[in-house]
């Protein structure tokens, strides 16, 4: 089994950030399309994500957690 799983791997690995770049774009350009719509990379789920504006990811949580010094675990 580890062998198919090392040849799977390589197979979905080939050329990959190849083709992202070709239909992306840079990962620059990729990543100011998506701050500048973030609901666009969605896709199909956009639906579930009504209103998120003021809303905190749990990145933004840990950082607010670890610059006041509060100890814990952030659950998310």
Request: net charge positive; glycine share 6%.
């Amino acid at each position: 089994m580890e062998k198919t799983s090392a040849i799977n791997k390589t197979a979905w690995e080939y050329r990959a950030y190849e083709f992202w770049n070709q239909r992306d774009g840079s990962p620059a350009d990729k990543a100011k399309a998506i701050r500048n719509d973030p609901k666009a990379s969605l896709k199909k789920h956009q639906h579930l994500f009504k209103e998120v504006t003021g809303k905190k990811n749990c990145q933004s949580l840990r950082i607010e957690r670890a610059q006041s010094g509060s100890a814990g675990v952030t659950r998310c």
